[in-house]
């Protein structure tokens, strides 16, 4: 495909597919593993998929709803979602399955909610914030209804994953950097210190009062 059909706006669309894609994929594996019926496994799988993003617009005032008007993010998550609940059977290690879909997802959650924050006006900061809350949120809501402990609360590198991959691209922008490449390596940086976490077993260490 020639470069100039490669805008901004279609790179962000292709990670936010990649990101529902992932998430309801991650949802629908932990729904079924618990149990859940058909509509259930659908359920999870949505509030996986654009619970951070609804949370995000609603922080930035950006209305209406992305899934509001592109109804291709809901049917994505059911089709998605169908096809993993008939092939399940093919998903044994289930626990890792999970986490490297959402790894996946994290990536390009964050680099959708740094994106549109930045594009909404909004400071660093606050960008980097609200990458974290679309990549993290979602999977709040999984593990709650799933009735798991969120991971992203167990000493998991998950946050410090999301904020690593924002600062390396303010960092690269500040540089001059290409936009587009800034993109790609920010998704790259995150989902590499994820997978790292999952692989060698980090976990962010927690503070304790010695009495």
């Given at each position: 495909?020639?470069?100039?059909?490669?805008?901004?706006?279609?790179?962000l669309?292709?990670?936010?597919?990649?990101?529902?894609?992932?998430?309801?994929?991650?949802?629908?594996?932990?729904?079924?593993?618990?149990?859940?019926?058909?509509?259930?496994?659908?359920?999870?799988s949505?509030?996986?998929?654009?619970?951070?993003?609804?949370?995000?617009?609603?922080?930035?005032?950006?209305?209406?709803?992305?899934?509001?008007?592109?109804?291709?993010?809901?049917?994505?998550?059911?089709?998605?979602?169908?096809?993993?609940?008939?092939?399940?059977?093919?998903?044994?290690?289930?626990?890792?399955?999970?986490?490297?879909?959402?790894?996946?997802?994290?990536?390009?959650?964050?680099?959708?909610?740094?994106?549109?924050?930045?594009?909404?006006?909004?400071?660093?900061?606050?960008?980097v914030?609200?990458?974290?809350?679309?990549?993290?949120?979602?999977?709040?809501?999984?593990?709650?209804?799933?009735?798991?402990?969120?991971?992203?609360?167990?000493?998991?590198?998950?946050i410090?994953?999301?904020?690593?991959?924002?600062?390396?691209?303010?960092?690269?922008?500040?540089?001059?950097?290409?936009?587009?490449?800034?993109?790609?390596?920010?998704?790259?940086?995150?989902?590499?210190?994820?997978?790292?976490?999952?692989?060698?077993?980090?976990?962010?260490?927690?503070?304790?009062l010695?009495?």
């Open positions: 495909m020639p470069d100039y059909l490669i805008t901004p706006d279609i790179l669309y292709v990670f936010d597919m990649m990101g529902i894609i992932a998430c309801a994929i991650a949802g629908t594996l932990l729904a079924q593993h618990k149990g859940f019926d058909i509509a259930g496994c659908i359920l999870v949505m509030a996986n998929a654009i619970g951070g993003g609804t949370l995000r617009d609603m922080a930035l005032d950006r209305h209406p709803l992305f899934w509001m008007t592109d109804l291709s993010y809901v049917l994505v998550i059911t089709l998605t979602s169908l096809i993993l609940q008939i092939f399940f059977h093919l998903y044994h290690k289930i626990d890792t399955a999970v986490k490297v879909f959402d790894a996946i997802g994290l990536a390009a959650f964050s680099v959708i909610g740094f994106k549109v924050a930045l594009a909404q006006g909004a400071l660093p900061v606050i960008a914030m609200m990458g974290v809350w679309t990549a993290i949120i979602g999977g709040m809501m999984r593990d709650i209804i799933c009735n798991e402990i969120p991971m992203v609360l167990q000493k998991e590198i998950y410090t994953a999301s904020m690593a991959g924002s600062l390396v691209y303010l960092c690269l922008d500040h540089l001059g950097m290409d936009t587009g490449m800034n993109d790609f390596i920010m998704l790259g940086v995150i989902f590499a210190v994820r997978m790292l976490a999952i692989r060698y077993d980090w976990h962010l260490p927690s503070i304790r010695v009495k």
